[in-house]
């Protein structure tokens, strides 16, 4: 009999951005598969879930990986949170997911700040005044340029062994500011990715004193702030061979900017300002290779003779990637083509 560990992972009430929270259940033998992963429960009061007087919300497992810190015996489970009625609770944002639709496919780029939260600024960050101005930043490396390298090293290799479709890391143009991309199919999947990243993200910064901030602008004024662009396709776009169907699916974000900034991020307006590589949070627009637009057209797309994805920049870095995975689905199907 092997005593094994099971951290069940849940997002808490908090608006407008929900926090990961977690606690450690202790199960024998448990196989690894998430329908032997047992319904659990928790404090709803003390999350911003429920009153005091009827605080029981129910955890619903939905996807399981190895926990790379307690290998061979732990286990990482996502789960929904539930009413103790069995229904799902108003801050469960993937039960709102209405077509988990496995033809789309998701590459989420989630950009953070490492953040110390003794001098509440990002890492390498003087405790007075600012570090020297953008632009040696991105994809750096050298002392002074890159901050942080070992805690996001150290996230990467979690992320491998937990078993997540990470893609790729780099620094970002903000001093403290890195990103790591996911890919995965549907909405719920590929929110359950992110989720699980996040947390390791953090568990990992936890052990050196540091937070992670997902604050879409940490730091205001002339510092980049922090997006998950969410990069997307589906049959149609992979096999397209054929601008007019691009740009039909773009078009058909056009009508749709509220339905998707709704879920795009707290605070977007203050990174969708038009500057900083990002359209306004009100303009919508669209254009091969632009980093300005609200859709970019990669040039991968281009080249492989209109046939692949497009990237949404829109996504703020504190946005739910169920919420945001789910919209995108619903916009694409009202895409008139052919
Ligand atoms: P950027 O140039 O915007 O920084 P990245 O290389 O960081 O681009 O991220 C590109 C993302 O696009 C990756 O996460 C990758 O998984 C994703 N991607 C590539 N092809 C597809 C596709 N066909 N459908 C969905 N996502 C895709
Ligand atoms: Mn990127
Ligand atoms: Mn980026
Ligand atoms: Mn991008």
Known sequence: MTKCKLEYLWLDGYQPTQSLRSKTRIVEDFSGNVEDAPMWGFDGSSTEQAPGGSSDCLLKPVFVCADPDRIGTGYLVMCEVLNHDGTAHVSNGRATIDDNDDDFWFGFEQEYTIWDPETNKPIGFPAEGYPGPQGPYYCSVGAGKAVGREIVE????????????????????????????????????????????????ERTAEKYGLAINWHCKPVKGDWNGSGMHANFSNTLLRTANSKEVFEAV???????????????????????????????IDKFSYGVSDRGASIRIPIFTVEHNWSGYLEDRRPASNADPYKVASVIIATVKTAKVG
């Open 250 to 280: 773009c078009q058909a974000f056009e009508p749709r900017i509220k339905q998707h900034i709704d879920v795009y991020g707290a605070e977007n307006d203050q990174r969708l300002t038009g500057l900083h590589e990002t359209q306004s």
């Open 154 to 201: 150290e996230h990467l290799e979690q992320c491998l062994e937990a078993g997540l479709n990470v893609e790729g890391i780099n620094a970002e143009v903000m001093m403290g500011q890195w990103e790591f991309q996911i890919f995965a199919k549907g909405a719920a999947e590929a929110g359950d990715q992110i989720w699980v990243a996040r947390y390791l993200l």
